[in-house]
């Protein structure tokens, strides 16, 4: 098994895990940021490093668009040597991106027909490239490829979606050729059933771990929640559950509860670039005129390199005059954030006192 | 004396010295790096300082209209602790913003209305308001607010134009309060006659240093060495010269010949965003499809950040995508070249092998 439980909450199911990939030990739970084009957004992985991450998510469909992903390979032997990141890699199929970035033409049986978003060419994407693509990057952890439908996809869609979804999940496993991990992901929108038959179908086929798809996608947070709980009481206690694209530092704080153990969000980076910063005290505007004068730091107690030497008033000109380093300092903010939101909670789950770090949390970060 | 030659060069008119600033001495030939808006653009202070820059030019007039010099003062005590940058830091008074920037409204005999670039907004510049910004600021060293011709005036603007940066000169000089040095600026366009009554008229001022402005704007380099060159045989030898705006590693080389001590550029920050690399084996085009698969440094044998730990080929695929870091690790990457080029400089001056330095670095920089 590559997943070992380490300590579980009494009161909640949160718990804390070691995943054993290839090239390293992982701590659960974990927190992934997103570099979909092999590098973070506004800042370049020594920040990641220095912060102390040890795995990012990146993405299959992206890398095979542009540079190649037989072009990484060949040229730069993987993901990881590609982008001088020696920690691990997570690469999501493609599935999503079919969508999100409306480059679906056509679901055939076997695969989607996409068109480029960068250069409007025509491609096919299937489970076998989607699992070669990501055997190329060398990632530690692939994806299947799914059917991952649109969030506002009606019910007999979504029970095709997750049929093909699990046809595909086959796939995806047989023909993989390396050692590295794969997870299954859970299609079924918002239909409990639909929920539960895809879960179903990802642990009979004995996937490494096992991802929630399709979440976070507008469906509101009780319901985000409501899911996410329903489905760790199915899957396997000893797999780890990974919500995809979660999230929010209150989202990750109630899926953790449920008993998820990865994420991924673009909200630290993305949230940086439109000038939010997250603190224990709560969210920050930077745009806002009142930081204008302040002459202290965004987070007194925080060691990041934009509170060790920067005022907010600083940082808020900087922004205000669309300076690159205004975004860059940002970014590193809310990354070493969620980086210290994340051990804090394995910190408070391996000391039993989850349940009122997490009360606590929200006291500190609502009531700003 | 603020400033002390130290060696000189027995075949050119290249110089080392020191200049004694009130919060410290930094070592001339020196190159400043732009920050504008109190920012290098696209890296952080931290970059300038682990490089080794020890004094950067920012400027008057941006820093006037956001946001605020005495709001700068008022909140922040200065613009070294506003930014978090305890070294050096040369102010342009913004004469020459007035017309680079299209903000001209009209010029008066007292100063020049000018529209803000940022919200319209009307306000008057003159040498008085513009000295007691950079005193706000706490400018180590303070330009003379001057009238700056447009690049294309014609001799009688340009004899207008120095008559009037003369008077403007003595005022500036007359207002000072604080003991930070100030320079006077040499106008006079393309001819040399009127450059060296306007050389002429900053010698008598007594100006703790002279800087050459409105060069690099068109003229041709010819031009600009043969000005710089007419000048330095007039000019003090005792006191610095600062050549504003210039220039390439080759403007950089001819001026040091001529007997330039201090320069400011936006080439290597600019070209950085441009896709351009500066190596001692000559510029790199990122953009060029050749540089796609190449598995090696920018320069084998830099020690930035971008050459320690990434390919050429990883770059360009980052520059490709728009990312930010691409862009910050190509800033990174000519910052370390200036600095490294003017250091090489002050060696070879002070070991008196300049002349076949200089030799050396075109046979290599060109032949690429």
Redesign the interface.
């Known amino acids: 098994m590559s997943f070992k439980i380490i300590n579980k909450d009494p009161q909640t199911n949160a718990r804390t895990g070691e995943l054993k990939l290839n090239r390293l030990t992982v701590k659960t739970p974990l927190f992934m940021p997103v570099c979909t ?10 920040i990641l490093n220095n912060i102390g991450y040890e795995m990012i998510v990146s993405n299959a469909y992206h890398l095979f668009l ?2 190649g992903s037989e ?1 990484i390979r060949k ?2 032997i993987n993901l990881h040597k ?3 990141w020696e920690k691990g890699i997570l690469t999501d199929s493609g599935g999503f991106q079919v969508w999100s970035l409306g480059s679906l033409v056509k679901i055939e049986s076997d695969g989607v027909i996409i068109k480029s978003h960068i250069d409007g060419k025509l491609n096919k994407l299937s489970p076998e490239l989607s699992i070669q693509i990501q055997e190329d990057l060398g990632s530690d952890i692939m994806m299947i490829f799914d059917d991952c439908p649109k969030p506002d996809a009606d019910y007999s869609h979504l029970l095709k979606s997750i049929s093909r979804t699990k046809i595909w999940a086959e796939k995806s496993k047989k023909i993989k050729k390396t050692e590295n991990l794969i997870f299954g992901i859970v299609q079924g929108g918002i239909y409990k059933d639909l929920r539960k038959i895809s879960a179903n179908h990802m642990i009979d086929l004995d996937f490494d771990g096992i991802a929630i798809g399709g979440l976070g996608l507008g469906e509101g947070a009780q319901k985000t929640y409501e899911i996410t709980d329903d489905l760790c009481h199915i899957l396997p206690l000893n797999k780890p559950r990974y919500s995809m694209g979660i999230g929010r530092p209150e989202d990750i704080l109630e899926s953790v509860s449920s008993g998820v153990d990865i994420f991924d969000c673009v909200v630290p980076t993305r949230n940086a670039r439109n000038g939010t910063v997250f603190t224990f005290n709560g969210k920050i505007n930077i745009k806002n005129s009142k930081n ?2 302040k ?1 202290y730091p965004i987070d007194e107690n925080c060691d990041c ?1 934009a509170c060790r ?3 907010i ?2 940082i808020r ?2 922004f ?2 669309g ?7 940002m970014t590193e903010c809310n990354l070493y954030f969620y980086n210290k939101l994340i051990e804090y909670i394995r910190f408070s789950i391996d000391n039993g006192t989850f349940i009122e770090y997490k009360k606590n949390f929200f006291e500190r970060y609502f009531n700003e």
């Open positions: 084009n092999g590098t973070p957004k506004a800042v370049t992985f020594e542009r540079p072009f040229n730069f590609f982008c001088g204008l004068s002459n390199k030497d920067y005022s008033g600083y000109h900087l205000n005059c300076e690159i380093s205004a975004i860059q300092l």
